[in-house]
């Protein structure tokens, strides 16, 4: 029964509250508009979903979003050192493919939005397989410790989350 009026009962809770954040009040009018639009777009969308994932590790996902917020600030600061203490000459700045072990699609897409959102990398492009992304680098002086990074502090716990 609930099902069907909350096909989506955590897309409900995060819009909600993207809702409020986005109004900036915590008052009665924005909550209860807030409310109605979270329960409505679950609904209109709820047949696209039909092999939604599903979520393994709750506890994986915290820490993931911590991980990730901890390695925006540090890339942040990693970054501005570069830019206004290195000469642009200096800068090594590579592609670098790196070898996929997910096979879920929403599992990569955090994947690729993770490094895009961390300041000095961006991925260009996921190969035709799903096998690889290709990842450019502002400085990578070792390629293969980039590729390391990644699949230790993002891929290994998205695994544990989506699959």
């Given at each position: ?77 990693i970054v501005a050192g570069l830019i206004l203490f ?78």
């Amino acid at each position: 029964m609930i099902k069907r009026y909350l096909p989506h009962p955590l897309l409900t809770l995060v819009l909600l509250v993207v809702w409020v954040f986005l109004v900036n009040e915590v008052s009665a009018g924005a909550v209860i508009f807030g409310l109605v639009l979270a329960i409505i777009i679950p609904l209109i969308t709820a047949s696209f979903w039909q092999d939604r994932p599903r979520l393994r590790n709750v506890y994986g996902i915290c820490e993931y979003g911590l991980i990730v917020l901890w390695d925006i600030l540090v890339a942040n600061v990693i970054v501005a050192g570069l830019i206004l203490f290195r000469k642009t000459e200096s800068l090594e700045s590579k592609s670098v493919v790196v070898p996929l072990d997910l096979t879920s699609p929403e599992a990569i897409t955090t994947l690729a939005g993770t490094i895009t959102m961390t300041p000095g990398t961006v991925t260009i492009d996921l190969s035709a397989d799903a096998k690889s992304l290709l990842v450019h680098c502002l400085h990578a002086p070792d390629p293969q410790s980039v590729v390391d990074d990644i699949k230790n502090r993002y891929e290994r716990r998205l695994k544990e989350i989506f699959e």
